[in-house]
């Protein structure tokens, strides 16, 4: 029995074209997959290779990359973003105070390589919450406690202005932040309470007194208002000249009646 060598040679051939081909359309698949890059709306990305970032950034929308892992895309949010920060610090006469901070912020769009090449994606936790805490601190040691109440809006003025000087030379854009929830020692609480307590009654009291005045002036003026003299001088202007037709005890007009 003869095979035909040159036969099963041709079909080896077709095979190997066939996983050739088969191949290569994987790896363009592959190729295809690991190349396209899709950024949200309101986002940035930096394109890294090998870790070194090449300075391109893409902004919305589907973009093409260097395959197989090569280019690596760091996605951004640059719009406006709001972080709250639990805080805690003491005031300038040694009151424990805490708080919720809220800081609304932006990244500068035009740093974005910047900020990742120096800071990372992490940025918040490394930059953001220790300007809160520290900012909110420094902030607290400059006012009695009564004082952060009193001037509450000076307060939260100093402290944007001092979170802005440590965020935005880092490419932080800050835009607000509120200061809400502020919380003393329960002792200092009470305290506060029993003022205004007895503030209240110093008013309560204040507004008797006056109205004890007023009523006694009045009493007085009505007194001097209503004296005999005051009464006879009416009734001679009123007298129309008749005599009365019956007698009364005393006197009008100290003109006796009997």
Request: aromatic fraction near 6%; proline fraction near 2%.
């Given at each position: 029995m003869q095979f035909n060598t040159s036969s099963v040679t041709n079909t080896s051939n077709v095979t190997r074209k066939q996983v050739g081909i088969v191949l290569l359309i994987i790896?363009?698949?592959i190729a295809l997959l690991t190349s396209i890059r899709q950024v949200g709306t309101g986002q940035l990305a930096v394109v890294t290779r090998f870790g070194k970032v090449t300075n391109r950034e893409l902004a919305e929308g589907i973009h093409l990359v260097t395959p197989f892992g090569i280019d690596q895309v760091s996605r951004y949010?640059?719009?406006?973003?709001?972080?709250e920060s639990e805080v805690s610090a003491a005031s300038?006469?040694?009151?424990?105070?805490?708080g919720?901070?809220?800081?609304?912020?932006r990244i500068d769009a035009s740093r974005v390589s910047q900020i990742h090449q120096e800071i990372g994606p992490k940025f918040a936790l490394k930059l953001i919450e220790p300007a809160l805490q520290e900012t909110f601190k420094a902030t607290s040691a400059k006012y009695s406690a009564s004082e952060l109440i009193t001037n509450r809006s000076?307060?939260?003025?100093e402290a944007l202005k001092g979170v802005k000087e440590r965020l935005e030379k880092f490419g932080i854009v800050v835009d607000d932040l509120s200061i809400v929830n502020f919380k003393f020692s329960?002792?200092?609480?009470?305290?506060?309470?029993?003022?205004?307590?007895?503030?209240?009654n110093a008013e309560r009291s204040r507004f008797n007194l006056e109205a004890a005045e007023i009523d006694a002036k009045a009493q007085q003026a009505q007194a001097l208002t209503l004296s005999p003299l005051y009464l006879?001088?009416?009734?001679?202007?009123?007298?129309n000249g008749?005599?009365?037709?019956?007698?009364?005890?005393?006197?009008?007009f100290n003109i006796p009646l009997q």
């Open positions: 790896v363009a698949v949010d640059v719009k406006v973003q709001k972080d300038k006469d040694l009151q424990d105070v805490t919720t901070v809220a800081l609304n912020y000076e307060v939260k003025s329960t002792a200092f609480a009470k305290a506060i309470e029993e003022k205004q307590v007895a503030q209240q006879q001088k009416q009734a001679i202007e009123k007298w008749t005599m009365p037709q019956y007698l009364g005890n005393g006197t009008v």
